[in-house]
């Protein structure tokens, strides 16, 4: 029993080291996925070393050492706890003709439980809705909301990689974009508040690195980064929506926020993890609404399962410029900016 505690402690140093390096492959990569998971195996193993093998002098290396991983964990998730700073303040005024409300919802292709996600269009309301993972199926059920909303930019596809975006509000210079991979999609358009300003928003869906979609994150990585550029070069407040298949405290993640200098609303308020929806013990947040500094934080929710392998994710956003002084805007340096470059000009 003891050498199979020593190999599992083993186990989970190696798995929270290994996403230091920086290297592509899923191998790598996929380990970034699971911190909550290894913060949590990692106290019942350093309560496991010292009720039941304290009295081994050679295990007191393996308590030290677990001691340590388990504070660097939890460095790591300290941000997105209650207790971390939040990135974006809340909405300092009631909602209003400035508000934005967006619903973002990966229904999973093979998933035949439409009315679910018309129950929870009305019941969200949101002034804009993304759907993911939609091909013509999809959109054929889900286009009965057309009269309530009626600007819409529509990628059915069979490959999980459709895209149907339904909008209240006025839209203009819609464009549907293949940024890195010929068969995957985004979206860039731009939205009219009611206030009469106007917002650009991105919708992105890249692929996950895992073996059976695509063994490394350099065209997952490009695409986001790629965004992250576009985001900051743009004179309208920005706001980036999607399944990024990313979690929202990976070194790319963490790289798109400093180049594009966007906000992440998990931060300071909880995990939010929207995936895995069938798997409570395999959870990551990897569905994303961020917004540029001059947005503030009305509500964010995750919303109940409708039979996807991912929760749906609502969340509100006021236009309130003045609050870009009060927000913790992300920076970039220069070496972030060089690696940014670096990935983005990366051979696919």
């Known amino acids: 029993m003891y050498y199979s505690y020593c190999f599992a402690t083993a186990l989970l140093i190696i798995a929270t080291l290994v996403p230091l390096i920086r290297h592509d492959s899923w191998v790598f990569r996929v380990f970034e996925y699971p911190r909550l998971q290894?913060?949590?195996?990692?106290?019942?193993?350093?309560?496991?070393?010292?009720?039941?093998?304290?009295?081994?002098?050679?295990?007191?290396v393996f308590?030290?050492?677990?001691?340590?991983n388990l504070a660097y964990l939890i460095y790591q998730v300290f941000p997105f706890t209650r207790f971390g700073k939040?990135?974006?303040?809340?909405?300092r005024f009631p909602s209003g003709d400035k508000n934005i409300s967006l619903l973002i919802a990966n229904v999973y292709q093979d998933n035949k439980n439409s009315k679910a996600y018309l129950n929870l269009i009305t019941e969200c309301d949101a002034d804009v809705i993304l759907?993911?993972?939609t091909n013509l199926w999809w959109q054929q059920q889900i286009d009965v909301i057309g009269e309530r909303y009626p600007h819409q930019l529509k990628i059915p596809l069979e490959n999980t990689y459709g895209m149907i975006f339904y909008s209240k509000l006025e839209l203009k210079d819609g464009s549907i974009n293949y940024l890195v991979e010929e068969d995957i999609p985004s979206i860039e358009v731009d939205v009219q508040l009611r206030s009469g300003q106007w917002v650009k928003l991105y919708c992105l869906h890249?692929?996950?690195p895992v073996p059976q979609e695509n063994p490394r994150s350099t065209e997952r990585d490009k695409e986001i980064l790629m965004v992250a550029k576009k985001a900051k070069e743009c004179k309208l407040p920005v706001i980036v929506m999607g399944d990024l298949n990313d979690v929202a405290w990976s070194y790319t993640t963490q790289l798109f926020g400093?180049?594009?200098?966007?906000?992440d609303p998990r931060r300071g308020r909880g995990f939010f993890n929207s995936f895995n929806a069938k798997y409570f013990f395999l959870r990551f947040p990897l569905d994303h609404i961020f917004c540029s500094a001059n947005f503030t934080l009305?509500?964010?929710?995750?919303?109940?399962?409708?039979?996807?392998?991912?929760?749906?994710m609502?969340?509100?956003?006021?236009?309130?410029?003045?609050?870009?002084?009060?927000?913790?805007?992300?920076?970039?340096?220069?070496?972030?900016?060089?690696?940014?470059?670096?990935?983005i000009n990366a051979a696919t």
């Not at 290894?38 to 007191?60: E, R």
Request: hydrophobic share 40%; proline share 7%; charged share 20%.
């Open 131 to 133: 759907m993911v993972e």
């Open 258 to 263: 400093k180049v594009s200098g966007l906000l």
């Open 314 to 343: 609502c969340v509100n956003l006021q236009f309130d410029p003045p609050a870009d002084e009060l927000n913790e805007e992300p920076e970039a340096d220069r070496e972030d900016l060089e690696l940014a470059n670096e990935k």
């Open 38 to 60: 290894k913060l949590t195996l990692n106290v019942l193993l350093l309560a496991a070393g010292l009720i039941f093998y304290a009295h081994t002098t050679t295990n007191w």
């Open 206 to 208: 890249p692929q996950p």
């Open 298 to 312: 009305t509500g964010i929710n995750r919303m109940q399962s409708c039979g996807s392998d991912h929760f749906p």
């Open 86 to 91: 939040q990135q974006i303040i809340k909405s």
């Open 63 to 68: 308590i030290v050492l677990l001691t340590l």
